[in-house]
Nanobody, 118 residues
Framework: VQLVESGGGLVQPGGSLRLSCVAS????????MRWYRQASGKERELVAS????????NYADSVKGRFTISGDRVQNTVYLQMNSLKPEDTAVYYC????????????WGQGTQVTVSS
């Protein structure tokens, strides 16, 4: 099982980025996929989650209306479209999945840095 994030970078306030999480070793169709973020000196927080097959999506209050999570079953990839970015969105963003296999293991990607600054 592997999760590989990409798409982070430096963007000005009000700008947009799209993060990608390519999953391997399992099908995203069978699990709830999540994006977390961790700002420097703060705890990791849940940003958004999606049930790819069921279509259910949930967002943190701080990103509602600005971020959109989606999944591509063919590409086995989860995306996080981030619009109207704010400096407080600056963090390392991580992809996450839980419940894999008989041990119901949890997996994290390596993270991708998003910096919102002028």
């Amino acid at each position: 099982v592997q999760l590989v994030e990409s798409g982070g970078g430096l963007v000005q306030p009000g700008g947009s980025l799209r993060l990608s999480c390519v999953a391997s070793g399992f099908s995203i169709s069978n699990y709830v996929m999540r994006w977390y973020r961790q700002a420097s000196g703060k705890e990791r927080e849940l940003v958004a989650s999606i049930s790819v097959v069921g279509g259910g999506r949930n967002y943190a209050d701080s990103v509602k209306g600005r971020f959109t999570i989606s999944g591509d079953r063919v590409q086995n990839t989860v995306y996080l479209q981030m619009n109207s970015l704010k400096p407080e969105d600056t963090a390392v963003y991580y992809c996450n999945v839980r419940g894999i296999g008989v041990r119901r293991d949890e997996y994290w990607g390596q993270g991708t840095q998003v910096t919102v600054s002028s």
